[in-house]
C-alpha cells in the first residue's frame, strides 16, 4: 500500500455486485486513497460460489 500511496494514483473500483462493497470506503480512507467505487449496486442474484464438482 505504501508504493500505491506514494503514487498518487486515482483508482476506480468495481466490486462486481459482492458483498464487499461496504469495505471500499473504509480501505480508502484508512489508507488515504483516491478511490472511487463505480458501481455500487449490491446483486443479489450473485451465486455463492462452490469448489469441486
Known amino acids: 500500500m505504501p508504493a500505491i500511496q506514494r503514487a ?3 483508482l476506480g473500483v ?3 455486485g459482492g458483498s ?4 471500499w470506503q473504509r480501505i480508502a480512507e484508512h489508507y488515504k ?3 472511487t467505487l463505480v458501481n455500487d449496486s449490491i446483486d443479489s442474484d450473485l ?3 462452490a469448489s469441486g464438482p
Open 33 to 35: 486513497l483516491d478511490l
Open 47 to 49: 451465486p455463492l460460489y
Open 8 to 10: 498518487g494514483m486515482k
Open 14 to 16: 468495481d466490486p462486481l
Open 20 to 23: 464487499g462493497i461496504a469495505y
